[in-house]
């Protein structure tokens, strides 16, 4: 799945929850679950998802929604090898948005 979000600082729990098309609960579950996403609150207590949240966020969804990976399962996963999991998904990321591209593009040829 290929998420887009506008390139901005700070991104609202509704329109996170909008681009993952998952209830906003879902990402107020994760955020429990998993220690990596640590959204910013403003006064009102609302949470403001930094673009290294929706990266991780990007991982879990992969993890959990693809891959068929269980909580517990993508926690160690996430535990043992973050750095080298997170690099392969980040290329596979960008591929699939080059091939997004591509197919675009011959279509309109």
């Known amino acids: 799945m ?5 390139e901005k600082r700070y991104y609202g729990i509704g329109e996170v929850a909008k681009a993952f098309k998952v209830n906003a609960s879902l990402i107020r579950f994760w955020e429990k679950e998993f220690d990596i996403i640590k959204p910013k609150k ?18 879990i969804y992969h993890l959990v929604k693809e891959r068929g990976f ?4 993508a926690k160690i996963h996430l535990k043992e090898e973050k750095k080298q999991a997170l690099d392969k998904f980040e290329i596979i990321e960008k591929l699939e948005g080059i091939k997004a591209q591509l197919i675009k593009i011959k279509s309109q040829l």
């Open 42 to 59: 403003n006064a009102k207590g609302n949470r403001k998802f930094t673009p290294e949240d929706i990266k991780n966020l990007k991982f």
């Open 70 to 73: 269980t909580l517990e399962g």
């Open 2 to 6: 290929h998420i887009e979000l506008p």
